[in-house]
């Protein structure tokens, strides 16, 4: 043991494990380290070497007896009709059943959906009903032929630590330095700080920032193989990964009146974000408001404390990314995640610096016991440090409302993680400031390069020295890359008339030369009709703002229709009675043209109810459209995410929200209720150009 191993042991006894032995058993097993920890704990709380080695025996012993891999379920099951009972550590889900009015567990290695279990587990376990535990857990056969069921649950033990008190946790952090309590942290995720600089053991810590701050909101965005999604997959059993996002699944079921995830557990992490599904618009809506808040209504006011993790794969190159003047660091998120999404982000941690997961990087020394330290974290998310970080951190002009509520919450975690009791010298708060600044202001720029007015432009954030010096931070892969320092304001279409913006004058990326700015004419006023069927069609890519008006389907759609016999429509959601009336004056609208022959639609449904309505309204539309001798055919997939609109003639429209960007009214007697024109629109891109001509065809 070195130093810093010693003064472990002396603050924390029994709360420690040396790393290196949860290296020995985790590889070749899919348990989270968190359980073997708690079997580490339970048999090998010992210096002594020789005991140390029985009790990775103990342990290898129980995971051979009762931890089954995913292969094994058939002879596991096998065993316990043999025997009658037998105790298994696995992930345990509970499902209420609505036909059968009954509540079924699932043991996730075991194999079988339909295990009875009592009442009182998943009374006294909210989150075996929202996501599911690990557990100990004996199942028992049930020999009882008439029983629609051949397995039960007999007990259930969490595995989770029984006590903790916050109290000793500050106390033994009082005996350690910032440094060596950063270090110490390093190791408890099983890594050598030794080996690494000071910047990349932040990064490795502010992973661990939604774990402290409620309501936090994290992005990380970087290469595979560097860990992304440990932490929220198996540092804790209180933070769940999920792979898709629906509103009664992470926010609110009406039909069982109960919260979704957000209401149980501390993290709700996104895994590989750019492939996650976003089952319906109302979703992304409502995530806006509790990113902005920790609230949302869903007919009842909802608050929530859960922090939200977006982890995901990049994979351009970075200096090419800074360096682009058409594409930003954002680009492998959904295309649904707008900029009032992106805005709401607290920190970017820039994935592409964290190294690839390597034996070289791991410790033989002793860390927190992951249980241990997950529910030192649980606590400190009910603490709060933003009273502090108010008195003593002054920031910069630049800095707008979001980026200091951003900024200051960022703080406030690092706090929480770096001195839970105590407070920083002002240098190590100076240096948690501008770590704060820089993640920030990684999502700032971000949004000025997506965003092509100056909403977005005061990116230079910057924090005012104990000295009284302003200094401004940067990232470091962006700072000397114009285009995302000054990037090109793109010309809109409009009326032609120059309007200069803050920037005055902007690079023309075609020419290198400088002219005036461009903007779009304030269509919510004028409801301008010359872009209907009358202008000439051109590529165009602007943004329907949110309230706008003068965006009905022939304003956006009208002049690229001339001579149109076939239209192909892919929209993952048309499915609801309004999404399908949209489609009807979509179809209205491209009649009017006097060329259409055949219209083909491909979206996805959710469930065989889904089905049944959406079939007989699509086959009221196909009967109608062929009096018109339009031939309409649909078809379902399941995997769809994009949305667009192809025409024959080569155009494509591309429609962040599809079809289904206007308000629903709020009734049916006022302006805006028949006529699309005057009716408000939700925020969307729209992107329209050519297709190559090698893919003009529709199908």
Same mark, same amino acid.
């Given at each position: 043991m070195d130093a810093l191993d010693t003064k472990l042991n002396e603050a924390f006894s029994g709360k420690v494990v040396r790393k290196d032995l949860l290296h020995r058993i985790k590889k070749g097993t899919n348990i989270p380290t968190f359980v073997l920890e708690f079997l580490?704990?339970?048999?090998?709380?010992?210096? +002594?070497?020789?005991?140390?080695?029985? /009790?990775?025996?103990?342990?290898?012993? #129980?995971?051979?007896? @009762?931890? &089954?891999?995913? %292969?094994?379920?058939?002879?596991?099951?096998?065993?316990?009709?043999?025997?009658?009972?037998?105790?298994?550590?696995?992930?345990?889900?509970?499902?209420?059943?609505?036909?059968?009015?009954?509540?079924?567990?699932?043991?996730?290695?075991?194999?079988?959906?339909?295990?009875?279990?009592?009442?009182?587990?998943?009374? +006294?376990?909210?989150?075996?009903?929202? /996501?599911?535990?690990?557990?100990?857990? #004996?199942?028992?056969? @049930?020999? &009882?032929?008439? %029983?629609?069921?051949?397995?039960?649950?007999?007990?259930?033990?969490?595995?989770?630590?029984?006590?903790?008190?916050?109290?000793?946790?500050?106390e033994g952090r009082l005996k350690f330095t910032r440094d060596e309590w950063l270090h110490a942290l390093i190791r408890s995720i099983g890594l050598e700080p030794s080996k690494m600089e000071f910047r990349l053991m932040m990064h490795f810590v502010a992973r661990f920032l939604p774990f402290v701050e409620a309501n936090y909101n994290f992005i990380e965005l970087g290469p595979r193989g560097t860990g992304k999604s440990y932490a929220f997959s198996e540092f804790s059993p209180y933070s769940t990964l999920v792979s898709q996002a629906s509103t009664p699944t992470l926010f609110y079921n009406t039909a069982r009146r109960a919260v979704g995830l957000v209401g149980f557990w501390d993290i709700v992490a996104f895994d590989e974000v750019g492939r996650v599904r976003i089952k319906d618009p109302e979703t992304i809506d409502i995530l806006k408001s509790y990113m902005a808040s920790g609230r949302f209504s869903r007919g009842v006011e909802i608050v929530a404390n859960a922090s939200l993790a977006f982890v995901g794969n990049i994979d351009n190159a970075i200096d090419q990314v800074v360096n682009s003047t058409q594409h930003d660091l954002f680009i492998p998120l959904p295309k649904e995640f707008d900029l009032a999404v992106l805005d709401r982000f607290f920190t970017f941690l820039p994935g592409w610096e964290m190294p690839k997961n390597s034996s070289l990087l791991l410790t033989d020394k002793y860390g927190f016991i992951t249980d241990y330290l997950s529910e030192a974290f649980h606590a400190l998310s009910k603490q709060s440090r933003y009273d502090y970080v108010n008195r003593h951190c002054r920031f910069g002009s630049s800095i707008e409302g979001r980026d200091e509520i951003a900024v200051k919450r960022t703080v406030s975690g690092l706090l929480k993680l770096l001195h839970p009791a105590g407070e920083p010298t002002p240098a190590e708060l100076e240096q948690y400031v501008a770590y704060a600044l820089e993640g920030r202001r990684r999502v700032k720029e971000q949004l000025n390069k997506r965003k092509h007015d100056d909403e977005y432009a005061r990116i230079h954030l910057s924090y005012i020295a104990q000295n009284g010096t302003e200094i401004e931070v940067w990232c470091p892969e962006s700072k000397d890359a114009p285009a995302t320092q000054n990037p090109v304001r793109r010309r809109l279409p409009g009326d032609g008339q120059a309007v200069p913006g803050k920037g005055g004058m902007t690079p023309d990326p075609a020419s290198g030369k400088r002219e005036e700015e461009k903007v779009r004419p304030a269509r919510p006023n004028s409801m301008v009709r010359a872009a209907n069927g009358d202008g000439e069609a051109v590529e165009d890519h602007y943004t329907i703002r949110y309230g706008d008006t003068g965006y009905s389907y022939e304003a956006v759609f009208g002049r690229y229709l001339a001579g149109v016999k076939e239209i192909r429509i892919e929209d993952p959601y048309i499915r609801a009675h309004h999404q399908i009336q949209n489609l009807v004056r979509f179809c209205e609208t491209a009649l009017r043209a006097g060329s259409l022959e055949k219209l083909h639609l491909v979206t996805g449904l959710d469930g065989d109810e889904d089905r049944k309505e959406a079939e007989e309204r699509f086959g009221m539309l196909r009967d109608s459209l062929a009096a018109y001798r339009v031939a309409f055919t649909w078809e379902y997939r399941e995997t769809m995410h994009d949305r667009e609109v192809r025409l024959d003639n080569g155009w494509i429209i591309k429609i962040g929200r599809g079809l289904d960007y206007f308000m629903k009214p709020e009734n049916w007697f006022m302006i805006g209720a028949t006529d699309m024109d005057c009716r408000p629109c939700l925020e969307t891109k729209v992107d329209i150009y050519r297709a190559p001509d090698d893919a003009k065809k529709p199908g």
């Open positions: 580490l704990a339970k048999f090998c709380a010992s210096d +002594d070497a020789a005991e140390v080695e029985n /009790g990775i025996a103990a342990v290898l012993e #129980t995971l051979q007896k @009762n931890y &089954v891999r995913p %292969d094994e379920a058939n002879k596991a099951q096998s065993l316990v009709q043999r025997n009658g009972t037998h105790k298994f550590i696995d992930k345990v889900h509970v499902v209420y059943k609505e036909k059968e009015k009954r509540h079924w567990a699932e043991l996730e290695n075991f194999g079988s959906r339909r295990i009875a279990i009592p009442e009182k587990f998943y009374r +006294d376990n909210d989150r075996l009903l929202e /996501g599911g535990i690990w557990a100990e857990v #004996t199942v028992a056969h @049930n020999d &009882v032929e008439d %029983d629609d069921y051949a397995f039960a649950i007999e007990s259930l033990k969490p595995i989770q630590l029984s006590k903790f008190r916050f109290e000793d946790f500050c």
